[in-house]
């Protein structure tokens, strides 16, 4: 071991410039603004974001104050249901008719008769939290009703109206109105981020008397007759002035023409802040940019699925799936045809939905966000790629502008680079996935296989990212498995490098496994690894999860870490469903997490933690205090702030406060749409 680590200055000075220089000819910069592609002819989602002011750069639209917000948002969708490929906060939507936030008020819905308008409501999400300081309707400019008045005379006789700025489940009320004369309805209140707004119909127990006391012999006796019930509006208005919190890019996906591995993300971006009506820098403006990523090997992230005359399903393209086939309606429970069980709607058949499923063979789920410029995203290499794009500000009259986004790519070095690790002496747990004690030190076995072809210049090292000091124990390599002697070895803090005796490449495919020892620290922790080649520049490969040999049964680099002398106080945790769809369809639109505590002296606090695959906490939900028994915890499916997380693998952290310490189990959930 000694020898070594002696001899690694060369080494250490590789490594380092393999992460720093651009300059070969082994790395392209792709580039988005700027003097790279045009920002405004490659994106699928533009929420708030202005394409035009500054050429060749982004930016937060300004919201003027004499100009309504509805008009600032395009794409408009319905509340109800949800169309196909819906994300929160990724469209306006309203649970009305269109025409009530198109600025037109002679496109308005006209009076009906029918049951008693006492209670009909309009909601409005606006996609992302706005300053607002305005919220209100008025009647058409012109028209009559079926009685000869006019509809710019006939006004809503009482309402109520709320607003709501991040979850639409809290309300604060800005209005009740009891008696109403005004055409013109403008309700202001001090500037403040407002996504959601919405409008209540209210019977007016002064001007509508006559109706209410003819509701209380029959709910539609006023209204039999064919007399339209009073107040027309034309048009609704939100009034603000301002950036958003948050406005969204989402870019179409890029056919880069081949399979490339990624490198660093980059971006030239200028602080700013309206002083006097004009724009000027601003470094200490409280704004930020969040890039997210994701890369695939084929054009679509989706796969769709139609139902047989048996009753599995098969894959369609997304345009039969969208234009032909039908949703299904009515409830029966059928066999999947894949080991698994649907609640459908209807009994299945060909010409009927039967889901999509994001393809995570092929796709990528959405990368971690960066916040830094010069960041790796872990990327997996691909053919394909998508960014999303948010323009953060935490003040009214400050944003940032984006002026151009690089993104470093090679071309790959093997065909692919599949992976996977296990305690050394457990290579086939029960579970599928290794599990340790968290903070011990265990020893691992991480096996390596590359599919390398002609047209491959192949690799010659390893770095395995193992989150704290690892111990190298040897290498294997070869079909038979033999130990060699790695040409070098560093061990850093976080991390291990190993050089490899001999270059793998078209004519030497062979197995490598790595034996060492590290402790994990956090509840979910992956082994990610990278190939590398030594004799260029060219951009790092991941190493991505999948079936080495039959040697190891885990089929992936993620191990799962608990203390077992806490989770004894927790038993018999389960779920309701492994996977939560929160899409409105009430089919595991909640999930319920059911367990049993045990031996506890008292009641206690206990708290659901979600976490993402990188460790970060994106929500708690406080359950109260529980004592010893069977308990229950719900969770939608939404973040801290209350928006839908995004489709993909989460760690349930079950927490009971103990008399000393706090008690934690860990579970993995998958959530899609």
């Given at each position: 071991?000694?020898?070594?680590?002696t001899?690694?200055?060369?080494?250490?000075?590789?490594l380092?410039?393999?992460?720093?220089?651009?300059?070969?000819?082994?790395i392209?910069?792709w580039q988005?603004?700027?003097?790279?592609?045009?920002?405004a002819?490659h994106?699928?989602?533009a929420?708030?974001?202005?394409?035009?002011?500054t050429p060749?750069?982004?930016q937060?639209?300004?919201?003027q104050p004499d100009?309504?917000v509805?008009?600032?948002?395009?794409?408009?969708?319905?509340?109800?249901?949800?169309?196909l490929?819906?994300?929160?906060?990724?469209?306006?939507?309203v649970?009305?008719?269109?025409?009530l936030?198109?600025?037109?008020?002679t496109?308005?819905?006209?009076?009906?008769s029918?049951?008693?308008p006492?209670?009909?409501?309009?909601?409005f999400?606006?996609?992302?939290?706005?300053?607002?300081?305005?919220?209100?309707?008025?009647?058409p400019?012109?028209?009559y009703?079926?009685?000869?008045?006019?509809l710019?005379?006939?006004?809503?006789?009482a309402?109520e109206?709320?607003?709501?700025?991040?979850?639409?489940?809290?309300?604060?009320?800005i209005?009740?109105?009891?008696?109403?004369?005004?055409?013109?309805?403008?309700?202001q209140?001090?500037?403040?981020?407002?996504?959601?707004?919405?409008?209540?119909?209210?019977?007016s127990r002064?001007?509508?008397?006559?109706?209410?006391?003819?509701?209380?012999?029959?709910?539609?006796?006023?209204w039999a007759?064919?007399?339209?019930?009073r107040?027309?509006?034309?048009?609704?208005?939100?009034?603000?002035?301002?950036?958003?919190?948050?406005?969204?890019?989402?870019?179409?996906?890029?056919?880069?023409?081949?399979k490339?591995?990624?490198?660093?993300?980059?971006?030239?971006?200028?602080?700013?802040?309206?002083?006097d009506?004009?724009?000027?820098?601003?470094?200490?403006?409280?704004?930020?940019?969040q890039v997210?990523?994701?890369?695939?090997?084929?054009?679509?992230?989706?796969?769709?699925?139609?139902?047989t005359?048996?009753?599995?399903?098969?894959?369609?393209?997304q345009?039969?799936y969208?234009?032909?086939?039908?949703?299904?309606?009515?409830?029966?429970?059928v066999?999947d045809?894949q080991?698994?069980?649907?609640?459908?709607?209807t009994?299945p058949?060909?010409g009927?939905?039967?889901?999509?499923?994001?393809?995570?063979?092929n796709?990528?789920?959405?990368?971690v966000?960066?916040?830094?410029?010069?960041?790796?995203?872990?990327?997996r290499?691909?053919?394909?790629?998508?960014?999303?794009?948010?323009?953060n500000s935490?003040?009214?009259?400050?944003?940032?502008?984006l002026?151009?986004?690089?993104?470093?790519?090679s071309?790959?070095?093997?065909?692919?680079?599949?992976?996977e690790v296990?305690?050394?002496?457990?290579?086939?747990?029960?579970?599928?996935v290794a599990?340790?004690e968290?903070g011990a030190t265990?020893e691992?076995?991480?096996?390596?296989?590359?599919?390398?072809?002609a047209?491959?210049?192949?690799?010659?090292?390893?770095?395995?990212?193992t989150?704290g000091?690892?111990?190298?124990?040897?290498?294997?390599?070869?079909?038979?498995?033999r130990?060699?002697?790695a040409?070098e070895?560093v061990?850093?803090?976080d991390g291990?490098?190993?050089?490899?005796?001999?270059?793998?490449?078209?004519?030497?495919n062979?197995?490598?496994?790595?034996?060492?020892?590290?402790?994990?620290?956090d509840?979910a922790?992956?082994?990610?690894?990278?190939?590398?080649?030594?004799?260029?520049?060219?951009?790092?490969?991941?190493?991505?999860?999948?079936?080495?040999?039959?040697?190891?049964?885990t089929?992936?680099?993620?191990?799962?870490?608990?203390?077992?002398?806490?989770?004894?106080?927790?038993?018999d945790?389960?779920?309701?469903?492994?996977?939560?769809?929160?899409?409105?369809?009430?089919?595991?639109?909640?999930?319920?997490?059911?367990?049993?505590l045990?031996?506890l002296?008292?009641?206690?606090?206990?708290?659901?933690?979600i976490h993402?695959?990188?460790?970060?906490?994106?929500?708690?939900?406080?359950?109260?205090?529980?004592k010893?028994?069977?308990q229950?915890?719900r969770?939608?499916?939404?973040?801290?702030?209350?928006?839908?997380?995004p489709?993909?693998?989460?760690l349930?952290?079950?927490?009971?406060?103990?008399?000393?310490?706090?008690?934690?189990?860990?579970?993995?959930?998958?959530?899609a749409?």
């Open positions: 071991m000694d020898k070594l680590l001899n690694r200055s060369a080494f250490l000075l590789w380092t410039v393999s992460w720093i220089t651009t300059a070969e000819a082994d392209a910069l988005l603004g700027g003097s790279g592609l045009e920002w002819e994106d699928s989602v929420i708030l974001i202005d394409e035009i002011t060749g750069a982004i937060p639209i300004y919201i100009r309504s509805f008009s600032y948002l395009t794409n408009w969708g319905s509340w109800t249901p949800r169309e490929g819906y994300v929160d906060g990724e469209r306006p939507r649970s009305g008719n269109l025409r936030v198109d600025g037109d008020s496109s308005y819905l006209a009076p009906s029918g049951a008693s006492d209670g009909r409501t309009f909601t999400d606006l996609a992302v939290p706005v300053p607002v300081f305005s919220f209100g309707f008025y009647t400019s012109q028209g009703r079926s009685d000869g008045n006019s710019r005379e006939d006004v809503v006789p309402y109206l709320y607003i709501a700025a991040h979850n639409p489940n809290e309300w604060r009320q209005a009740d109105v009891q008696e109403n004369f005004r055409p013109v309805v403008r309700h209140f001090p500037r403040q981020y407002v996504r959601f707004a919405r409008y209540i119909r209210r019977l002064s001007l509508e008397a006559a109706q209410i006391e003819a509701l209380q012999i029959s709910s539609q006796e006023i007759k064919g007399q339209a019930y107040g027309t509006i034309g048009d609704f208005e939100i009034f603000g002035e301002g950036v958003p919190l948050r406005a969204v890019y989402k870019t179409r996906i890029f056919d880069l023409g081949q490339v591995n990624f490198g660093r993300f980059s971006w030239a971006a200028t602080p700013l802040r309206i002083v009506g004009e724009p000027v820098e601003a470094p200490d403006a409280p704004v930020s940019i997210e990523a994701r890369t695939g090997i084929d054009p679509k992230p989706d796969i769709y699925y139609e139902f005359d048996m009753g599995t399903r098969i894959p369609v393209s345009q039969r969208q234009d032909v086939l039908k949703n299904p309606s009515g409830a029966v429970n066999n045809g080991g698994g069980a649907l609640t459908l709607t009994r058949k060909p009927i939905r039967a889901g999509i499923e994001y393809d995570q063979d796709w990528t789920f959405w990368s966000p960066t916040f830094e410029s010069g960041q790796t995203l872990g990327l290499s691909g053919s394909h790629l998508q960014l999303k794009i948010l323009l935490e003040e009214f009259d400050a944003f940032v502008r002026d151009s986004l690089w993104i470093e790519t071309p790959t070095l093997a065909t692919s680079v599949i992976g296990a305690r050394l002496d457990d290579p086939q747990p029960l579970r599928g599990e340790v968290m265990t691992f076995v991480y096996d390596v296989k590359a599919e390398v072809s047209a491959d210049t192949g690799f010659d090292a390893l770095r395995i990212r989150g000091p690892p111990a190298f124990k040897h290498l294997e390599m070869g079909i038979p498995l130990q060699v002697e040409s070895v061990e850093s803090a291990l490098t190993i050089r490899l005796p001999e270059r793998l490449n078209a004519g030497r062979e197995l490598i496994r790595v034996v060492f020892a590290a402790e994990v620290f509840f922790w992956t082994f990610d690894g990278q190939a590398l080649d030594s004799q260029s520049q060219s951009l790092p490969q991941p190493v991505q999860s999948g079936d080495v040999s039959s040697d190891i049964a089929n992936t680099l993620r191990v799962l870490a608990s203390s077992t002398t806490q989770a004894e106080k927790i038993r945790l389960r779920l309701s469903t492994s996977v939560i769809t929160p899409n409105d369809d009430d089919v595991n639109d909640l999930l319920e997490i059911e367990y049993v045990l031996g002296p008292r009641t206690v606090a206990t708290r659901l933690n993402a695959l990188d460790g970060r906490k994106v929500a708690t939900l406080a359950a109260g205090s529980q010893s028994g069977l229950r915890i969770w939608d499916g939404r973040d801290a702030s209350g928006a839908l997380l489709t993909g693998l989460y349930l952290g079950l927490e009971v406060e103990g008399e000393a310490t706090v008690i934690k189990r860990l579970i993995p959930v998958g959530l749409y």
